[in-house]
């Protein structure tokens, strides 16, 4: 029956969705990390470069997911020294960000993520779009 045929087919087609749209959308959602991640670094003090060095694109918790992070071991340093070196840390990267009592907050994470994230929504949707299209001309 020419039903059952067309029936079989769209199942089929709808089945292979997902391995077929991952790839292509994991590519957006890579190229929108790292456009973010670029404009935090555009944006980060140029102090000494730590600071830029240690914003960085990861992968993300979940599948077809990334992470952009700042700070870490690079950034963090000691508030005081102490004999028994066990002095309480703070990261570099939250205190630019946020700002301490003694210094003003000069933002570059959160102005980064701001921007971007219309355009990189709008591209991962494009993305799933295209790849869903494809797969049904096929």
Do not use: C, H
């Not at 028994?84 to 946020?98: C, H, I, R, S, T």
């Amino acid at each position: 029956m020419a039903g059952n045929k067309d029936a079989d087919r769209i199942a089929k087609v709808l089945r292979s969705i997902p391995r077929a749209v991952k790839p292509k959308v994991q590519a957006a959602v890579d190229q929108g990390a790292n456009e973010m991640a670029s404009r935090m670094r555009y944006l980060a003090p140029k102090d000494d470069g730590d600071l830029q060095q240690s914003i960085r694109v990861e992968a993300g918790p979940r599948e077809l997911s990334a992470t952009v992070t700042a700070g870490g071991p690079k950034t963090t340093k000691p508030v005081r020294k102490s004999e028994k070196g066990n002095a309480p840390e703070f990261d570099y990267a939250l205190a630019q960000e946020y700002g301490t009592a003694e210094m003003s907050a000069q933002p570059f994470f959160w102005p980064s993520v701001n921007t971007t994230s219309k355009r990189v929504r709008r591209r991962i949707d494009r993305a799933i779009g295209k790849a869903i299209k494809e797969e049904f001309a096929k």
